[in-house]
């Protein structure tokens, strides 16, 4: 059975850090893995998908990795901003018909101004 | 394109009524699902639909009824409402097969009294 597991639970930093954000799984045989964003409230918000033939993707500030022969995928986000605060939720796709994601719990990130 | 819509936003139930929660979306995906959140256990697969017709269960499927008329609608149906179905429910869509990215809707909150 695959689990997602995502480290740190919580983050808080200041402004204009660098930080990375922890993915982990423990099947490897993926066809994907996507990075989401959660906003208390509201729904899953796509930043960015790797396949899994991929080893990177970036959108803007953000770069995430996938390391699928390890079971890791990383998050980078340059210079963070309040506006990032949010939870960060990964998941990854197994094969299968039914396209099923299996999701990590997240990680809650707090940027103070 | 307004993408994954979901009706109503929130919504109180006493034990044992029942209800539709509404999801539509106008990007012509073939595959459409649907995930509860709860706090702890993450998202869990509740149904899912990879064409108009075509229906199938998730993980967590009891309880719960979908059909498929149409490619821009997947409505879930609760039959007899339990305290254990309060959770916030997410419908999903994407282009069918492995390599396609999924987008979410807002969400409804579901009580159950």
């Known amino acids: 059975k695959q689990e997602v597991t995502q480290i740190p639970a919580a983050l808080s930093v200041p402004e204009g850090e660098n930080l990375v954000l922890n993915c982990s799984f423990t099947?490897?045989?993926?066809?994907?893995l996507q990075w989401f964003r959660q906003d208390p409230g509201k729904g899953l918000t796509s930043l960015l998908l790797?396949?899994?033939?991929?080893r990177e993707q970036t959108s803007g500030r953000l770069n995430a990795s996938l390391d699928k022969s390890s079971g890791r995928s990383t998050l980078y986000i340059a210079a963070s901003q309040p506006g990032d605060s949010a939870t960060y939720l990964c998941a990854v796709m197994r094969g299968g018909s039914n396209y099923k994601l299996t999701f990590g719990k997240g990680t809650l990130l707090t940027v103070n101004p | 394109n307004a993408g994954v819509t979901q009706t109503p936003k929130f919504q109180v139930l006493k034990t044992g009524q029942s209800m539709t929660l509404q999801c539509a979306q106008d990007m012509n995906h073939e595959y459409m699902s649907w995930y509860r959140q709860d706090p702890g256990m993450g998202l869990r697969l509740i149904h899912y639909?990879?064409?108009?017709?075509?229906?199938d269960q998730g993980e967590v499927p009891n309880g719960y009824n979908v059909s498929r008329s149409t490619t821009e609608d997947f409505p879930l149906r609760l039959l007899s409402a339990a305290p254990s179905q309060t959770s916030v429910y997410f419908c999903a869509s994407g282009l069918a097969g492995p390599y396609n990215e999924q987008f979410f809707g807002p969400g409804t909150r579901l009580t159950v009294l």
């Open positions: 099947d490897s045989a993926i066809y994907n």
């Open positions: 790797i396949q899994s033939s991929q």
């Open positions: 639909s990879v064409g108009a017709g075509i229906t």
